[in-house]
């Protein structure tokens, strides 16, 4: 991080305040990460991995250009910080989340990779103010200390829930190795030493801090894995390998038409630990497996109704697909308005659960407000389906050339390139580089490189689908609707078994104060 001196000759570090910034801050980290076998010696300059870079600084610009949209008071650290460091203090706080991911989804077309960190903070604030109740530990002070820094530095956080799993039919500690569930393999007096690997890590080679977490409930067998804490991305012993994309090598290629999307991508990467050390004082769990499902539950509860960012890069994926209409002459034809509109239905109805479950909102015992759990489990499990038919449409409306363009090269050559643009002409007026351009576009969010981003992350992402018809099948309240219905039909109810299960449409029901 940028550092000063104040008057006295006391070193203080200027917070970033500027995508550039940002990008100037990830400079010179000697970090381990490998890709195609290489070691890269300096990420922020490798073609392949700018874009993602590039990505979470609009996460910063866009705080500059709209503060009240993404940025916001902290009753932490009492300045003004950007709102994926911000701990929700109301319902209000968490539907700005959400126009904040749908914002950036449009700007980036792709995953912009902080979510994952502010919705790991968010679930922390709450888990460990429950740890410190029932064990008496100091864990939400040091949290609340750690956010703290990274709201005044203005840092990017990754949140590392995801193991490697091994055999998935044996729990952590069951494992014929260890190592296939991130645990404690040393302690001192100076803190924990762990190792292990975390999956499918978005934007890990991007963020400042890593916040390690169990990615399951745990029993007791399951002590040394219960580990919650933060490293910073440098920190010695973690090692970074960097995850393949469709089509990814195209922004390694000359010219920009071909990446569909130059400036923006996503990135995941698998991390690897051996014996990273975190000091006491960011341990945020330690042993204390029964509370590593609630942990996980309120992540996923948070992390769920994120995924409304997927309606940011529908609302360009449509644009585009109207966008070819028109410059195949179409615009006006009743199926490809028809299939425009079905887009936007699916499109508006991920959001509308989404930003629901905000609305919805609840505080807890720590002071952060938690947005609704079954909405939360409709929003992703609509995102698990609906970019998918957004996508087909799209490509059914952009025609076969959006699999068979060929190369901005061949544009360019002197005797292929009047020969493409002669044959592959759209209506009068259409610019051809401009229909390739968006057929590109069409294809790197539906085929290429940021379909990882929209369709096979939505499907995976925060839990794959048969995970969210668990939570909604646990929440489903079916003793409370069948006593609606013997009410009207004139049957006698069971009692016990109306309020057993009429919890949650209290707290739907219940006024704001």
Known sequence: MPVTQDKHGMKTVVPITSGAEYIQSLRGRDLDVYLFGERIKEPVDHPM??????????????AVREEELASTESSISNRRVNRF???????????LQNKMQRKLGQLTGTCFQRCVGMDALNSLHSTTHEIDKAHNTKYHERLLEFIRMIQEENLVIGGAMTDTKGDRSKGPSEQDDPDMFVHIVDQDEKGVYVTGAKAHQTGCINSHWIIIMPTMRLVDADKKYAIVGAFPVDAKGVTYIYG??????RSMEEGDIDAGNAKFG????????????????????????????????????????????????????IGAAATVADYNGVPKVSHIKDKLVEMTHLNESIYAA?????????????????NDDMLAQVC??????????ISRLAQDIAGGLVVTLPSEKDFQNP????????????????DIEDRMRI??????????????GYLTESMHGAGSPQAQRIQIARQMQLGYKKQLAKDLAGIDGDEKELKENSEYFKRVFKIPS
């Open 439 to 452: 057929l590109r576009l069409i294809e790197n969010m539906t085929l290429g490189r940021n379909a990882v």
């Open 354 to 370: 989404g930003i629901a479950s905000s609305y919805q909102a609840h505080r807890m015992d720590s002071g952060v407000w938690l």
């Open 266 to 317: 996503g990135q995941e990467a698998l991390v690897i630990l051996d014996r990273v050390f975190i000091p006491w004082e960011l341990v945020f769990m330690n042993g204390e497996y029964e509370f590593a499902a609630m942990l996980v539950e309120r992540f996923t509860c948070y992390h769920r109704r994120s995924y409304v960012c997927k309606t940011g890069l529908g609302d360009v994926l």
């Open 380 to 389: 992703k499990h609509n995102v698990t389906r609906f970019p998918y038919e």
């Open 85 to 95: 460091l911000h701990i929700a203090e109301s319902a209000e706080d968490l539907v």
């Open 49 to 62: 991995i700018r874009p993602s870079i590039n990505a979470v600084a609009e996460t910063y610009d866009l």
């Open 244 to 249: 393949r994309q469709s089509c990814d090598t």
């Open 415 to 430: 005797k292929t390139g009047p020969l493409l643009k002669k044959y592959l002409a759209g209506r009068k007026g259409a």
